[in-house]
């Protein structure tokens, strides 16, 4: 199969980013405004989107293997049911990106620290059900301490200011 070209790339762009269902193997996208592009159930593993806007584009159920995204904004864009696995992912604002809670999106998934300790935060805005063995506020207290007074506090005001 042969490569996809900058050029055929862009003119997909230019007529409307409607990419949907696609083999993109390897396909590089730098730099590219796809804002609002349609990637649903694309094959772009080994593809770059390095620094690309993706803000609201729609990779639902595509194949997102081993892809790089670093430098990118995915504000709000929806990766439900996308397999991520051993992709780059060191973007600039992943703020309302949808993801699907399992092996495929996070195996070896390669993450920013801030993003990270991000996820892990998450657990501070959850309630869990105290059980025999498990006390909430002690499990919260000891997680805590484990991302410092600065990072916690730092996490804590930016999720504060986070439209819920």
């Known amino acids: 199969m042969a490569a996809w070209t900058k050029e055929q790339l862009e003119e997909i762009v230019r007529n409307g980013k409607k990419f ?31 620094r690309c806007n993706l803000k609201y584009a729609i990779f639902e159920g595509a194949n997102c293997t081993c892809t790089n995204f670093d430098g990118a904004n995915v504000h709000r864009a929806n990766f439900k049911d996308a397999i991520m696995c051993d992709a780059k992912f060191d973007v600039v604002d992943a703020f309302g990106m949808t993801i699907t809670m399992d092996c495929k999106c996070f195996s070896h998934l390669k993450i920013n620290t801030g993003f990270w300790y991000g996820l892990l935060y998450y657990a501070f805005l959850m309630d869990p059900i105290p059980g025999p063995e498990f006390n909430p506020e002690e499990a919260k207290e000891k997680l805590s301490l484990f991302f410092g007074p600065e990072r916690f506090n730092t996490l804590k005001n930016l999720y504060a200011t986070r439209q819920m």
């Open 20 to 50: 949907r269902g696609l083999k993109l193997h390897g396909a590089v996208f730098d730099d590219m405004n796809l804002e609002k592009a349609d990637f649903r159930g694309c094959a772009v593993p080994f593809a770059s989107f390095k």
